[in-house]
C-alpha cells in the first residue's frame, strides 16, 4: 500500500471461498470484488442481475463504499452497473451485491470466483440545505449539458474567423 495513503479499517466476513479483496497493485484505488455462486451464472443480452459476493462490512460512519465496473469486462464483454456507481451506506449490513447488466448482443458467463467489479472507499460529507428564493450569480448561469464544452467549441470556431 502507498506509504502516503492512510488506511481505513473496515470490518468483513467472508461467507465465499473466495479470497477477501485485495487491491492489485500499489496504486489501485478499488479492490477487486468476485462473485460467490452455486452455480455458473449466464448474463443474457440486455438482463440485469445482482451477483452475491459472499461479504458484509461495518463501514465507518462518514464514508461509503462504491461498487464500480471494471473496465475490461465493460470494453471486451459489454459488462457494466446499470446505476452506474452503486453505494453502500454505512449502516447497511446485509451482503454485498453486484448489479451488472449486460449491454452486449451475446450471453456472458459468470463462475464463481471471477472478479466481477471493485470497490472504493470513500469519504463523504453531510450536506446541510439553506433553502433561499435565489442563487449567486456565476459565469456558467443555467447552461448544462454540454454547455461549457459548446461555448469553448463557439469561442475557437470565432477566434479562427476573426483570424481569416
Known sequence: MNSKTEAVKIKII?????PLPEYATSGSSGMDLRA???EDLIIKPLERVVIPTGLYVEIPDGYEI????RSGLALKHGL?????????????????????INLSKE????????????MVLSKYEKIQLEQVDVLDESKRGSGGYGHTRSEEHTSELQSRSAIS
Open 14 to 18: 467472508n461467507k465465499s471461498d473466495n
Open 36 to 38: 460467490f455462486l452455486k
Open 66 to 69: 462504491q461498487i464500480r465496473a
Open 80 to 100: 457494466s452497473l446499470p446505476n452506474g456507481i452503486g453505494t453502500i451506506d454505512s449502516d447497511y449490513r446485509g451482503e454485498l451485491g453486484v448489479i451488472i
Open 107 to 118: 450471453g456472458y458467463t459468470v463462475k464463481s470466483g471471477d472478479k466481477i467489479a471493485q
